[in-house]
């Protein structure tokens, strides 16, 4: 689409629009992603509901916002190869980078979390490699020597992972790129080597509902999206106890970047959250299939949607994901609730 030409030129001229209709489709898309920007997703969702032509412009906005292509270019070069070691690894990202994608917003001090098994850290050290950037041999929270000398595949042997410490490794890379307004950034990437599937890890695992999102090769889901972009709140989740400087360390964080916290001693403040068996991808999650590839030259589409459904058919290290991993959402008045946490994420039909 040229710059000024209007989204939906090209329309019988005799269709009646409202003014609000009007204006919006003799609009750039430019333009209109300024505008939609603004606007909370379910109000979105609302508008796009009204009419035909305001369902299509929801969709090419959808379309140009939701697009990881766009979030991965300023950490890769090749990003049809990332997303090719994503399905390779089974790997995931999650963390900042996943929130700041489904939320339309972009923290310059985050870095990167890519969380694979053991038979996935060479593939994707390799890649990061390839693409410039450097090991750091350690990342600042865990001790951890580069990863060629394989203190996961150590870990990993000795069984030595357990509840307390499930991490079997955090390798940090960095790479210096030029920004465009004359100054040198820094990105940081943190392969997180874990000793579980990646996708039961973040469910599992994390500290609180806000971090409950991860993009696959092929598909990007938000567990809570209602309660973490609509609501601005976030339920604490967490499995262990840990220092209080370690939790007002996260809960700081994200309380910057507009979010509430809900614990034990703020139930009041809570909303209705789904509760019960569930799985990644219900019908109360936020998923979008990354499959297609949105903003290419006809000709380039076609490459890309070969490349792509070529790599699809490359069998992963550890066979075909399974994204829809099941949970369950425990409440308050079950005693496997974690003291100060409000909720927990558990494996299904085990804690009865």
């Known amino acids: 689409m040229r710059g000024g030409e209007g989204i939906?030129?090209?329309?019988?001229?005799?269709?009646?629009?409202?003014?609000?209709?009007?204006?919006?489709?003799?609009?750039?898309?430019?333009?209109?992603?300024?505008?939609?920007?603004?606007?909370?997703?379910?109000?979105?969702?609302?508008?796009?509901?009204t009419s035909k032509a305001l369902r299509r412009l929801f969709l090419c906005y959808a379309q140009s916002t939701w697009d990881p292509a766009k979030c991965y270019r300023r950490w890769f070069a090749d990003v049809l190869e990332f997303r090719r070691i994503l399905r390779k690894s089974n790997a995931v990202v999650s963390g900042s980078f996943a929130l700041q994608f489904f939320d339309r917003t972009f923290?310059?001090?985050?870095?990167?979390?890519i969380f694979t098994r053991v038979a996935g850290v060479s593939v994707v050290c390799d890649f990061l490699i390839s693409e410039g950037y450097q090991c750091d041999g350690h990342s600042e929270k865990y001790e951890q020597h580069s990863y060629e000398k394989g203190n996961h595949f150590l870990k990993a042997v000795m069984n030595v992972s357990s509840y307390d410490d499930p991490l079997l490794g955090v390798y940090a890379f960095r790479k210096f790129v030029g920004s465009g307004h004359g100054r040198i950034d820094v990105l940081h990437v943190q392969v997180v080597v874990v000793d579980t599937d990646p996708i039961e890890h973040v469910l599992f695992d994390f500290h609180s509902t806000v971090v409950l999102?991860?993009?696959?090769?092929?598909?990007?889901?938000?567990?809570?999206?209602?309660?973490?972009?609509?609501?601005r709140l976030s339920y604490i989740s967490k499995i262990r106890r840990e220092p209080?400087?370690?939790?007002?360390?996260?809960?700081?964080?994200?309380?910057?970047?507009?979010?509430?916290?809900?614990?034990?001693?703020?139930?009041?403040?809570?909303?209705?959250?789904?509760a019960g068996v569930r799985y990644a991808g219900d019908k109360f999650s936020w998923r979008i299939g990354l499959l297609r590839m949105w903003h290419c030259h006809p000709v380039m589409q076609l490459v890309c949607l070969f490349t792509l459904a070529e790599s699809s058919q490359e069998r992963g290290l550890y066979g075909a994901p399974i994204v829809g991993v099941a949970f369950e959402v425990l409440t308050l008045e079950n005693t496997a609730v974690t003291k100060g946490s409000y909720l927990r994420i558990a494996e299904p039909y085990v804690w009865r």
């Not at 009007?22 to 920007?37: A, G, K, N």
């Not at 999102?213 to 609501?231: C, E, M, Q, R, W």
């Open 213 to 231: 999102n991860f993009l696959t090769a092929d598909d990007a889901i938000s567990v809570f999206p209602l309660a973490t972009f609509i609501h």
């Open 107 to 113: 923290y310059p001090e985050s870095d990167m979390d």
């Open 244 to 274: 209080a400087d370690r939790s007002e360390g996260w809960i700081s964080k994200y309380r910057g970047r507009g979010f509430k916290f809900i614990g034990a001693e703020n139930v009041h403040e809570a909303r209705h959250v789904p």
């Open 8 to 49: 939906m030129d090209g329309m019988p001229v005799h269709l009646r629009f409202s003014k609000l209709e009007f204006f919006l489709i003799r609009s750039s898309l430019s333009i209109i992603c300024q505008l939609f920007d603004a606007v909370d997703i379910l109000s979105l969702i609302r508008l796009g509901s």
